[in-house]
């Protein structure tokens, strides 16, 4: 009875997983909350982190960004994007791998808060990585060589609405 429990469980955990995360909560206006809820006021752009990190390990703010990806199998992590065509990415996790955000949220403009830094990051996980992004595994297999990121570990989200999307 106990395998049977814990494979239901396990199962619907992983069928839960595969639309991406629910908001912990809705706003009137819209506004999607993930982890802890967090606001907008006093947010910088991604750009202006950018320039907040130049010379420093870790910078802690809430900042304001475009979401240019997030993983496929089930929103555990996102790619921001400047403005700045010619600037890195900056890879998202969630602290505590608590929260998730929606597969369909890239496009759309957020609110985070949390701990910016750089790291390297290892050929498996980039592997694992481009397979959550759906990559082909020649693209996979391209990857040879660990990588240093700018990552981004956040404890609140607030996907902004449609009213507030500048694209």
Same mark, same amino acid.
């Given at each position: 009875m106990?395998? +049977?429990? +814990?494979? +239901? /469980?396990i199962g619907s955990?992983?069928? &839960?997983?595969?639309?991406?995360? #629910?908001?912990t909560h809705v706003a009137d206006?819209? &506004?999607?909350? /993930?982890? =802890?809820?967090?606001?907008a006021k006093n947010a910088i752009t991604y750009d202006q982190l950018l320039v907040q990190l130049n010379?420093?390990?870790?910078? #802690?703010?809430?900042? +304001?960004g475009n979401i240019e990806g997030v993983c496929q199998?089930?929103?555990?992590?996102?790619?921001?994007?400047? =403005?700045?065509?010619?600037?890195e990415s900056m890879f998202v996790k /969630?602290?505590?791998?608590?929260f998730f955000m929606p597969l369909d949220a890239a496009g759309k403009n957020v609110v985070m808060r949390g701990k910016a830094y750089r790291e390297v990051t290892s050929v498996d996980e980039l592997r694992h990585y481009a397979e959550? =992004?759906?990559q082909s595994a020649e =693209?996979?297999?391209k990857i040879t060589e660990p990588m240093e990121e700018l990552k981004f570990l956040a404890d609140g989200v607030v996907l902004l609405p449609a009213s507030k999307q500048s694209n």
């Open positions: 106990k395998k +049977l429990f +814990l494979m +239901l /469980f955990c992983i069928l &839960s997983c595969k639309k991406g995360g #629910e908001p206006d819209g &506004s999607a909350y /993930f982890g =802890e809820k967090i606001d010379g420093k390990d870790t910078v #802690e703010a809430k900042v +304001l199998v089930k929103g555990c992590w996102m790619n921001i994007v400047s =403005e700045d065509k010619d600037a /969630f602290k505590d791998y608590g959550d =992004e759906g =693209e996979i297999a």
